[in-house]
C-alpha cells in the first residue's frame, strides 16, 4: 500500500520562500508523475505544477515563475516557493500518480501573512 506525506508547510511572510517535500512509502512504483495541489476552505482543489517520469515539468499560470518543482528521486519531490503571496495561503497536496491509480497526501498547510 503506497502511503504519501507531505511536510515543510508553514507561517511565513510575504515576499518569503518555503520548501515543501513529498515521499512515497510502501512502493517500487516509478511513479508517472508527481503532481502538486492546492485548496483554500470552500473552494476546489487547484493544481498547480507536475513532474513527470522523464522530468519534464508544468507549470499552472497562477505559480509560473515563483514555484519550482524537482523530483529528487523515484519517491520524492519538492516544490521551492519564493515570493509568496497571502493568497498563497492554502492546504498544500502531493498526488503521486501510477498509470490510473493516484495516491495522495494528507496536506500541509501553508499560511502567507501580509
Known amino acids: 500500500q503506497v502511503h504519501v506525506a507531505e511536510s515543510g508547510g508553514g507561517l511565513v511572510q510575504a515576499g518569503g520562500s518555503l520548501r515543501l517535500s513529498c515521499v512515497a512509502s510502501?512502493?517500487?512504483?516509478?511513479?508517472?508523475?508527481m503532481d502538486w495541489y492546492r485548496q483554500v476552505p470552500g473552494k476546489e482543489r487547484e493544481m498547480l505544477a507536475f513532474?513527470?517520469?522523464?522530468?519534464?515539468t508544468h507549470y499552472m499560470a497562477s505559480v509560473k515563475g515563483r514555484f519550482t518543482v524537482s523530483r529528487e528521486n523515484a519517491k520524492t519531490v519538492h516544490l521551492q516557493m519564493n515570493s509568496l503571496k497571502p493568497e498563497d495561503t492554502a492546504v498544500y497536496y502531493c498526488?503521486?500518480?501510477?498509470?490510473?491509480?493516484?495516491?495522495w497526501g494528507q496536506g500541509t498547510q501553508v499560511t502567507v501573512s501580509s
Open positions: 498526488k503521486m500518480v501510477d498509470g490510473p491509480f493516484d495516491y
Open positions: 510502501g512502493s517500487n512504483v516509478n511513479f508517472d508523475s
Open positions: 513532474i513527470t517520469r522523464s522530468g519534464v
